[in-house]
Every structure is written in structure tokens, then in C-alpha cells.
């Protein structure tokens, strides 16, 4: 399929920013979708690159206004559904938010998408749909417990995703990505808030006893993973593990950030653990490798795993 027209939700976000970006250089033409919600601030220098570019777009509104997604959606060759409440300890304070965006909001999607006659809706998930898993990798087969407001929006949106294909053949995916990071990641994931404790000099905060682990992906894999799921044959309402496969603790990152910035003898501080968050998060991307692998787009392997050179044993912490 010759894609033409996609539909970004939450392109002003860190990952949408950068698929944006990486959709227009490719020669697509891109309509973002944002409402540049109050969560965190700094968005719109996220699309500066984007911004003037003759083939984007932006529609400034919001998922949960029904009218406006059918207006925007109607013909588009694919939909990237990125927006969201996102952020675990968020949701744990305002589950109402959590679930309006991210469960209803997604629905508005599925509608708009089925209305306009979308060939394929690629839907983001998340690896907090598992819960508390153990120190193992989990496949799309293990059972999903979610022990967040979050994930239990997430693991809803999904189950919509799969039910739209079944009862309506709209053409559907989830992606279940792990902790993401890279350029312009959001400001309150565990990467980006210890770097810049490390570099103002201030000891990193650690929650719990940092021997919780994560599965951390970098985001120009992630991007590729979307890439591939937007053209990919017998998707069939999947969800699909998009993980680096090298989860490391958070103490581990913790000592390789100081590293990298030269700051060794900042010695972190331990805070009470969070509700939430889960302990260990591993994902086996055997079924992304076999249903993605192959695809424009395809995960280069620039990223994944690349940040800790391949050496395995971690863990880490913040929300997904
Ligand atoms: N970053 C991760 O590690 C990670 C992990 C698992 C899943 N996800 C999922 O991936 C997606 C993108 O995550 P991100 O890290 O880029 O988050 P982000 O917060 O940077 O991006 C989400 C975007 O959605 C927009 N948005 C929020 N509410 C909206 C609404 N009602 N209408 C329109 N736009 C709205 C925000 O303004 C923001 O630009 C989310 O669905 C998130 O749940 C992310």
C-alpha cells in the first residue's frame, strides 16, 4: 500500500514528534492531531522541524470531540493513535482523566476511523497492560493484569482495537511499547528527570530500592515498529510486543547516566516506592520481529539495546 495521507494523534508529543519527522521525510503527507495539553510544556518547539513543512499539517483539537476526528479522519490511508493522558503515577492521582483520554478518546478514533473508511489504525499500548510480571520476558500470550488506572486505559483502549476489527473489520493494531526513550523524551520518565538532577549536581532520586528493572526502547525503533505496523499484511486487531529486549535496573542506569555525565559522586537517594509502578518490565519481541520484520520501516537496531552495549541484567524505574 502507497500511503499518502496519515492522521497523527498526539503528534506534538515525544514520540509522535519524531514519527511526524520521520513520516514527512519519507514523503508522506501528515495531519498532527494535538490539543498541546498542559501535562507538561514545550511542545510546540517539538514541531518546529515539522511545522512549515508544505506536506504537514495540524489540526489544534481534541480526540474527545467527536465531530472533529470524523472531519479529520475521513479518507486518511492510516491513523497513528498516540495521544493520551500518559504517565502511570498521573493516573493514579486522576483516574478519570486517564480513562476520558485514553479509553473514550481512542473510541472517538475508532469511530472517526471506521465513519471516514481508514485502511489501518495503529493504536498505542503499553507494557504496563502485564502488571507485575517477574523478572522474565513476557509474550502477547501471558495474561495482562494491570495494576494502574493507566494500564487498565490502555489495556481497554485495546480490547476496542481488537473488537472494532472483529465486529466492524475496521483494520487495527496496538502496539505495546516499552519504556520509550530518546530525543525529547517526556520530562517526568525516569531518563531524562536523573540526567537532569546529574547535570544541575543534584543527587538522583531513586524510588523503591532501585533494583526494580526496564525494558528500556529507544525511540527511533519505536518509530520504525509504527512504520511497519502502518502497511504490514494480517495485523488482525493484534497487540504486539515493541520492546529492546535488554531490560537493566534502575540503579544500573543510574550508574551508567553519572558516567556519562562525569558525576560519580553523586550518590543517589532512595525514596518510598510508588504506587503503580510495576517492578519488572521485559518484553520478548519474538511476534513483532515475525509480523513487522520485513516492512519500510523495519527496526533498524540502531537503538535497541545499543545504550547499554548489549549488557543485559537490568532493570529501571519511572512510569512507561
Ligand atoms: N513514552 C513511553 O515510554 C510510552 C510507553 C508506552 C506507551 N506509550 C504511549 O505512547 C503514546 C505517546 O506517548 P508519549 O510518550 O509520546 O506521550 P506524550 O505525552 O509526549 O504525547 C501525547 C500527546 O497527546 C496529546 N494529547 C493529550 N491529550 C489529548 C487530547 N485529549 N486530545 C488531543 N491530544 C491530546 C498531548 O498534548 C501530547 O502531545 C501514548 O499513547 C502513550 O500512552 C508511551
Redesign the pocket.
Known amino acids: 500500500m502507497r500511503l499518502v495521507r496519515v492522521i497523527i494523534?498526539?503528534?506534538?508529543?515525544?514520540?509522535?514528534s519524531n514519527l511526524t519527522e520521520q513520516l514527512l521525510n519519507e514523503g508522506h503527507e501528515v495531519v498532527g492531531?494535538?490539543?498541546?495539553?498542559d501535562?507538561?510544556s514545550g511542545?510546540t518547539m517539538f514541531l518546529e522541524r515539522s511545522s512549515d513543512h508544505p506536506r504537514f499539517s495540524m489540526v489544534r483539537?481534541?480526540?474527545?470531540d467527536l465531530d472533529l476526528m470524523k472531519r479529520t479522519m475521513k479518507g486518511a490511508d492510516a491513523v497513528v493513535?498516540?495521544?493520551?493522558?500518559?504517565g502511570v503515577r498521573f493516573s493514579v492521582k486522576d483516574p478519570l482523566k486517564s480513562h476520558m483520554?485514553?479509553v473514550v478518546?481512542t473510541l472517538n478514533v475508532l469511530l472517526a476511523s471506521l465513519e471516514g473508511g481508514v485502511k489501518r489504525v495503529v493504536n498505542?499500548?503499553?507494557?504496563?497492560v502485564y502488571g507485575n510480571i517477574g523478572h522474565r520476558p513476557v509474550t502477547e500470550m501471558d495474561p495482562v493484569r494491570p495494576v494502574s488506572p493507566?494500564a487498565t486505559s490502555?489495556l481497554a483502549a485495546e480490547i476496542y482495537c481488537r473488537q472494532f476489527y472483529e465486529l466492524y473489520g475496521l483494520d487495527t493494531v496496538s502496539l505495546?511499547?516499552?519504556?520509550?526513550?530518546g530525543p525529547r523524551?517526556?520530562p517526568d520518565?525516569a531518563i531524562r528527570i536523573f540526567t537532569e538532577r546529574i547535570l544541575k549536581g543534584l543527587p538522583p532520586q531513586i524510588y523503591g530500592d532501585g533494583e526494580q528493572s526496564r525494558d528500556f526502547?529507544f525511540v527511533e525503533d519505536v518509530v520504525a515498529a509504527i512504520r511497519s505496523a502502518m502497511t504490514a499484511p494480517d495485523l488482525k486487531g493484534a497487540a504486539i510486543n515493541i520492546s529492546g529486549g535488554k531490560p537493566i535496573t534502575v540503579n544500573r542506569l543510574v550508574q551508567e547516566l553519572q558516567a556519562v555525565c562525569g558525576r560519580r559522586d553523586l550518590d543517589p537517594v532512595y525514596l518510598p516506592s510508588q504506587p503503580g509502578d510495576v517492578d519488572h518490565t521485559w518484553g520478548d519481541p519474538t511476534l513483532a520481529a515475525r509480523l513487522l520484520a520485513g516492512r519500510p520501516g523495519r527496526a533498524s537496531g540502531k537503538g535497541s539495546g545499543s545504550m547499554w552495549n548489549g549488557t543485559g541484567a537490568a532493570k529501571s524505574g519511572g512510569p512507561?
Do not use: C, E, P, W
Not at 9 to 16: E, L, P, V, W
Not at 33 to 37: A, E, G, M, P, Q
Not at 81 to 86: K, S
Not at 124 to 128: D, G
Open positions: 494523534t498526539g503528534a506534538a508529543g515525544f514520540i509522535g492531531v494535538d490539543n498541546f495539553d501535562y507538561y511542545k483539537g481534541d480526540i474527545l493513535h498516540l495521544a493520551a493522558q500518559a483520554v485514553n478518546g498505542s499500548s503499553s507494557s504496563s493507566y490502555k505495546r511499547y516499552f519504556t520509550v526513550y523524551q517526556r520518565m526502547t512507561s
